[in-house]
């Protein structure tokens, strides 16, 4: 197993920590950063990577390195059950096929296919083995020369922003066709409300927020709309059509009415401003399919909790899209 903190393991096959001048902490790194795997029996190789390494950061991410000085090494770390997101390699570590050997073990049993992987060599590779890195998913071949000089870091820093896009894009996959199944459920709500109420209670738990929120609903067909927000009556034309938790006491009233004088001008103020915002009451997400301004207030974001993926940004925007669409046909 991997000691808790961070690790090399030695020519000899012991493992023992770096030391501290030369440790990029997996402690300080968090669990949101990179960790890279450098397998290569030249110990000049490491020494030079851990050097160009030390604070240095990837899309605002800090970097957790692993060595390995052997193929064999590599494995056991592997199988221990250690997933990474890069693969530096040699291609010849060991001996000439083993680089190869590691790769199908990443890809197959391991089940790592996500990992990026950069392999470095001394000579050039024939042609007939393209078609076998091609499948193994290596992101790239360079010399070995390139691993000891600086410029190697642009193409750590391209794997890794591969790595990265590759992961959004199958989050967003996931989120979306989560959401495209629970849409037939969603629009099986005939009453505006009940269908309101539905949307709210997905969106928060997408969003990982408390079940507490709140729809207001606005019609804008009329020439004297800004006249009327110009003298404070948005109110009296703003229904609060559905809530969740403790705000569903004031469900189906006007916001003019709303007792909470902070929460109403919020809402109010989004509703002329036409954007969304976030303040002391919560988010506030505006949306405007014609004739309807819609405001949806949100519990504020909880603290410590991480910023929304993309994949999740997504989704979040395409639920959005069909409650705005999902009103249009009920209201």
């Not at 037939?184 to 949307?199: G, K, S």
């Amino acid at each position: 197993m991997l000691p808790d903190r961070l690790a090399t393991l030695t020519p000899a096959g012991l493992v023992a920590p770096l030391p501290a001048s030369a440790r990029c902490s997996a402690e300080a790194a968090g669990a949101s950063a990179w960790r890279l795997l450098l397998v290569d029996d030249d110990c000049q190789a490491h020494a030079a990577l851990h050097l160009a390494l030390q604070a240095a950061e990837f899309e605002g991410r800090p970097v957790e390195l692993l060595h390995a000085y052997s193929s064999r090494q590599a494995r056991q770390l592997l199988q221990s059950g250690v997933s990474i997101d890069l693969l530096l390699i040699d291609q010849h570590c060991s001996r000439r096929d083993s680089a190869i050997a590691l790769l199908q073990l990443l890809r197959g049993p391991l089940g790592q296919r996500d990992c990026r992987v950069l392999m470095h060599s001394d000579e050039a590779l024939p042609l007939s083995a393209q078609p076998q890195l091609q499948a193994l998913d290596i992101e790239d071949l360079r010399s070995r020369k390139a691993l000891k000089a600086s410029h190697w870091l642009s193409g750590i820093g391209c794997a890794l922003r591969a790595h990265r896009q590759r992961q959004q894009l199958q989050e967003q996959q996931t989120q979306l066709g989560l959401l495209m199944s629970a849409a037939t459920d969603l629009l099986a709500h005939r009453e505006a409300r009940t269908f309101a109420r539905a949307v709210l209670q997905r969106l928060t738990s997408l969003m990982g927020l408390p079940p507490t929120a709140l729809l207001c609903v606005r019609r804008l067909d009329t020439d004297a709309d800004a006249d009327a927000d110009a003298e404070g009556q948005a109110g009296k034309e703003t229904q609060l059509l559905a809530a969740l938790g403790p705000l569903q006491a004031v469900e189906g009233l006007w916001l003019d009415w709303l007792p909470q004088q902070p929460l109403r001008l919020a809402i109010d103020s989004a509703m002329q401003h036409r954007q969304s915002a976030d303040g002391e009451q919560g988010r506030l997400l505006y949306l405007e399919t014609a004739p309807w301004q819609i405001v949806i207030l949100l519990s504020a974001t909880q603290a410590g909790r991480p910023r929304s993926t993309a994949g999740e940004q997504a989704a979040v925007n395409a639920l959005c899209t069909l409650l705005a669409a999902g009103l249009c046909e009920r209201l």
